[in-house]
């Protein structure tokens, strides 16, 4: 490809690109909050429902930029009392797929 041509990457936030067509349901949930988080488990706070059983990637961008993309399946997904359209779920952390740098902006 001829460098005069080369068009620079202009997205303002990463993206995630899958070797081979998939079927499922994409949806991007901008952010959440993480009550708690250990090895195999976390705690996230959303304000997007969810399912028992599902399965999602979720991205994390430390403060330093660098970015960790984690498989993880909902345990339980349960509305917060008091709070309107947030919920609580506990989520099992299955594997780390990736670690890099990245944006310094917040996943």
């Known amino acids: ?3 005069e041509y080369r068009m620079t990457d202009r997205r303002r936030f990463p993206r995630d690109v899958f070797p ?3 079927s499922g349901r994409a949806e991007v ?3 959440c909050l993480v009550e ?3 090895d195999d488990h976390a705690v996230l706070l959303t304000t997007h ?3 028992e059983g599902g399965r999602f990637v979720m ?3 430390s403060a330093s930029g660098e970015v960790t993309r984690h498989t993880v399946r909902i345990l ?3 509305p917060i009392e008091g709070e309107r359209r947030s919920f609580r779920l ?3 952390v299955e594997r780390t797929l990736s670690a890099q740098r990245g944006s310094t902006q917040a996943s």
Do not use: F, G, K
Request: glycine share 0%.
């Open 49 to 51: 429902v969810a399912v």
């Open 1 to 3: 490809m001829n460098d």
């Open 29 to 31: 949930v901008d952010d």
């Open 90 to 92: 506990q989520v099992s």
């Open 20 to 22: 081979a067509p998939i």
């Open 36 to 38: 708690a988080w250990s």
């Open 76 to 78: 339980t997904a349960e």
């Open 59 to 61: 991205r994390l961008t």
